[in-house]
Structures are given as structure tokens and as C-alpha cells.
């Protein structure tokens, strides 16, 4: 497609279930990265997939969140035994190379209840 | 490693008047550098980018940011704010440390006041 395109747009979910939230990116971009965006905190990095690479994972808040990307496409975020803080704004971003600057999507507003 | 500060998480401005947002940088290495803006209910949308060159970047909106290598900064301005540009803005570095990650500053709304 011609942009990033994150489903869903917004998830509610209760407190304990597991969610996936996916990112299809902009055809050809070989850089996909995930961040959190909550209210007054600003832009949070988790994770990073560049090409063949190793993903850097660096920025993942605990070990229930996990992020696969397959094939060098779609990627797939996937937090496990939800938890409140988790309510956020989470964004997918692709650039064909990462000096150029990201293309994001309109995000994934999940609520944890 | 790299970091991006924004001064002031909030900024009002009256219609008409310049726009001023500040944005520091630390890097070891050259750095690239990125405005971001973010219009209510609404994705982040790549608003300028400095990499090489030209130090004085113009961006969208009439926008533009000068990379001042001296003052690790790069601010973002506009000669004259409209009601359109409140949003909030975000200024972030890619680092090129770690296989270009773009670091983001914490951001700063913009509230234009008529």
C-alpha cells in the first residue's frame, strides 16, 4: 500500500488477556521499528528490524512483550497478561534506510481495563 | 549514545508571531537530524530532516530548522504561527551508533492563541 498500515485502530482488552497488534509497512522499506506513545511520556522505542539483522530489542519494557517480523514484512507485536500501564498509543514506523527518516502509521490505541 | 532535549513540553504563541521551538542533541558523531509533527487524533508526519549539507533545512507549513553544530542544536521556527499549526512537535536524532534508531525528545506542544 502506499502507507504503513497498523490494525487494529483501537483494541480494548481486560487486564490479564493477551493482544497482537500488526504493522504492515510500506513496500520495500527494510527498516520497521515499534514505539509507545502515552500520555506525557512521549515517544518510547522497543524494538527495531532492519533487514536480516538481529532486531534490537532493547527497548522492550518486559519480557511479555515480544515482536516478530516475517519475511521481511508484516510485523506482529504481541504483549501477553496485559496489564493497565500497557494502555498506550503503539506506533509502527518503515524507512527504506533509517538516515531518511520514518513513515509511521496511525497507531494502535489499546486500553487495558 | 545519542539524546534529543526539547525545552518546554509546552509552548503558546499568539497568531501572527514567530514560532520558537528548542531542540539539543548530544551525539558522538555527525548527527541527522529530524522534526516530527503531530496534529490532534493524528499520526506523526515528518515535518523536515537535516543529514548533510545545507545547514538551514526548510521543511512543510513553512517551517524550517538550522543545525548549529557549535550549539548541538537544532531549533525549529516559522515566521509567522497560524491557528493550523498547534499540534505537538517532536525533534529526534537518528542514531548512528546503533544502526540509525531515532531517538525521540519528549516533545512540545505548540498552542497558538488567537
Known amino acids: 500500500g502506499a502507507g504503513v498500515s497498523q490494525s487494529p485502530s483501537n483494541k480494548v482488552t481486560e487486564k490479564g488477556k493477551d493482544v497482537e497488534l500488526r504493522c504492515d509497512p510500506i513496500?520495500?522499506?527494510?527498516?520497521l521499528y515499534w514505539y509507545r506513545q502515552s500520555l506525557g511520556q512521549g515517544l518510547e522505542f522497543l524494538i527495531y528490524?532492519?533487514?536480516?539483522?538481529?532486531?534490537?530489542k532493547s527497548g522492550l519494557p518486559s519480557d511479555r512483550f515480544s515482536a516478530e517480523r516475517t519475511g521481511g514484512s508484516v510485523s506482529t507485536l504481541t504483549i501477553q497478561r496485559t496489564q493497565q500501564e500497557d494502555s498506550a498509543v503503539y506506533l509502527c514506523?518503515?524507512?527504506?534506510?533509517?538516515?531518511?527518516?520514518?513513515?509511521f502509521g496511525s497507531g494502535t490505541r489499546l486500553t487495558v481495563v | 549514545a545519542q539524546s534529543v532535549t526539547q525545552l518546554g513540553s509546552h509552548v503558546s504563541v499568539s497568531e501572527g508571531a514567530l514560532v520558537l521551538l528548542r531542540c539539543n542533541y548530544s551525539?558522538?558523531?555527525?548527527?541527522?537530524l529530524f522534526w516530527y509533527v503531530q496534529y490532534p487524533n493524528q499520526g506523526l508526519q515528518l515535518l523536515l530532516k537535516?543529514?548533510?549539507?545545507?545547514?538551514l533545512v526548510k521543511g512543510i507549513n513553512g517551517f524550517e530548522a538550522e543545525f548549529k553544530k557549535s550549539e548541538t542544536s537544532f531549533h525549529l521556527t516559522k515566521p509567522s504561527a497560524h491557528m493550523s499549526d498547534a499540534a505537538e512537535y517532536f525533534c529526534?536524532?537518528?542514531?548512528?551508533?546503533?544502526?540509525?534508531?531515532?531517538?525521540f525528545g519528549k516533545g512540545t506542544r505548540l498552542h497558538i492563541l488567537p
Open positions: 528490524f532492519q533487514g536480516n539483522s538481529a532486531p534490537d
Open positions: 529526534a536524532v537518528s542514531d548512528r551508533e546503533r544502526d540509525d534508531k531515532i531517538i
Open positions: 551525539s558522538s558523531v555527525p548527527p541527522y
Open positions: 514506523a518503515s524507512s527504506p534506510q533509517g538516515t531518511y527518516g520514518y513513515t
Open positions: 513496500s520495500g522499506h527494510t527498516a
Open positions: 537535516y543529514t548533510t549539507g545545507a545547514t
